[in-house]
């Protein structure tokens, strides 16, 4: 594999499997995983613990007062092999799974302040190159010379059932339906922000994963990866 590092870009709908191909593509081309989704949900749990936001709407004002406390950082789980999302030092990669920040997450995200202040951390990690991060903006917005930009969709139904069950091995009471109107709901959310909407880069690969597996959406990148690294 080469020795030229470059920066990876994995923008999509919700659900897509984003996460699990970056971890999956970071791993094997031992980068540095920066997952900007979980970013916006720690904003967005920090924002429902201190009562910032009343029946889904945000209290903008508050909330931009105090973005210079938020810090967010990602660690290594050597035992499991997984990143886990730190919000000023403390472990809430679970809590930020949860469907109450999955239902105000995009209100949260779509504040300019925001995602300027997400976009200056994830930039400052990613300076070094050698990163592959996922999002909705990162191909568009917080990385745009990225090397490789890879635009994920699947089916919406399929992307519920995915989600669905992800959430329920976490032992936590949700009904399907419940998740297939919070994947709608998001999905017009994203692409309809008036902040960075959702939208593939004009130089983005789309993938299409609906009925691909975890290794053979893997496989595809990693050749994409290689192509870009001069590595045919």
């Known amino acids: 594999m080469s020795g030229k590092k470059i920066v990876i870009a994995v923008d999509g709908f919700s659900s897509c499997g984003k996460s699990t191909l970056a971890k999956a593509l970071a791993c094997k081309l031992q980068y540095i995983y920066i997952d900007s989704g979980a970013m916006y949900r720690a904003v967005t749990l920090y924002a429902l613990r201190n009562g910032m936001i009343e029946n889904g709407t945000p209290d903008k004002k508050t909330l931009i007062a105090n973005l210079d406390k938020i810090k967010i950082s990602f660690r290594l789980n050597p035992g499991k092999g997984e990143n886990l999302t730190f919000l000023n030092d403390e472990n809430i990669e679970n809590e930020i799974r949860e469907p109450l920040v999955s239902d105000n997450v995009s209100q949260v995200s779509a504040i300019g302040e925001v995602r300027r202040e997400m976009v200056k951390q994830q930039q400052e990690m990613g300076k070094n190159r050698g990163i592959v ?100």
């Open 133 to 232: 991060m996922d999002g909705r903006d990162i191909g568009t917005v917080v990385f745009p010379d990225a090397e490789l930009k890879i635009f994920m969709t699947a089916d919406p139904e399929i992307r519920a059932h995915r989600r669905y069950k992800e959430i329920i091995s976490k032992w936590i009471d949700v009904s399907f339906e419940e998740v297939q109107q919070n994947i709608a709901s998001r999905d017009y959310l994203d692409q309809n922000r008036e902040e960075s909407p959702l939208k593939k880069a004009d130089d983005a690969i789309v993938l299409d994963n609906s009925y691909m597996t975890p290794q053979q959406q893997l496989d595809w990148a990693v050749e994409q990866a290689n192509r870009k690294m001069g590595d045919d």
